[in-house]
């Protein structure tokens, strides 16, 4: 039987697999605490309620301590350069359609060296799911400001405290459009998971940032327990003006699914190209033939 979770989505033989299945001979090294483990632990058991086999999916990195995760996972993976996971999942993608394909990050990797492939594969609806474990700060490299890190943050790269402004990933996401944009907490593992879980079943590219607090350089567990709260019972996740009105709210930093639209996917945007623009008959002897004249 094939498995089709919602209209569109993920298409595949579904398996019956535990989390633990999920898991692989590597153990994770993260520093006790780190919230990582959580949205890793929310994973597993986000891709068994999926019954995802383990040869449908591929999780793509870059670097830094989150870059590490594909390592954990019972699937394809591949560990890439700084920044560069959106090109390497966008091919992915591209290459295997078929694919179920996860990019995971966190936010010096997404934000910083990354930024630049965000908005483009968020205009070009990428059907990939888009993890960012978001800890406001530079965890591999031992604790410099990161492009979330709060105005005035005193580390060693930053003595008298740092000047620059934080971007915020959720107002990004919507300005550039994405068609899925969602905010968890590591520490709500049931949400996280129905979250992932949204962001895999969604056709088109999804972003989820993961407040992933760093325990040995900034940690956030008790502020971010202060300032989250769910989202509105009444909030219209199709309308992106409201969702992006909610995101300014400062005072409060809401959990859960700001924003959702179904269009169509680069895939599926190429597709149709293809299918479009089909010459049976125009081989590689005949386009060669032009330059041979």
Known sequence: MISTLEPN??????????????????HPIWCPGCGDFGVLSSFYK????????????????GIGCSGRFPAFVNAYGLHGTHGRVLPLATGIK???????????????????????????AARRNVDITYIVMDNEIYGLTKGQ????????????????????????????ALAYNASFVARGFSSKPKEVTELIKAAMTHKGFSFVQILSPCVTFYDTYDH???????????????????????????????????????????????AGIRAKNAKPDYGVEQIMGRYMR
């Open 9 to 26: 989505t993920l298409i595949f033989e579904p398996v019956n697999l535990s989390p633990n299945d999920y898991k692989s001979d590597v």
């Open 46 to 61: 986000a891709i068994s309620e999926l019954h995802i086999p383990p040869e449908q999916l591929v999780v793509a990195s």
């Open 145 to 172: 400001p990161s492009p979330t890190s709060p105005y005035g943050m005193e580390r060693k790269a930053s003595p008298y405290g740092t000047v620059d402004s934080p971007i915020d990933p959720i107002q990004m």
């Open 94 to 120: 591209m290459a295997h359609p078929e694919l179920v394909v996860v990019a995971a990050g966190g936010d010096g990797d997404a934000f910083s060296i990354g930024m630049g492939h965000f908005p483009h």
């Open 224 to 270: 971010f327990k202060k300032v989250t709260a769910p989202m509105p019972a009444d909030h219209d996740k199709s309308d992106r003006a409201k969702a992006m009105q909610l995101a300014m709210t400062e005072e409060t930093m809401h959990l859960g699914i700001f924003y959702q639209q179904r269009r169509a996917t680069l895939d599926e945007a190429m």
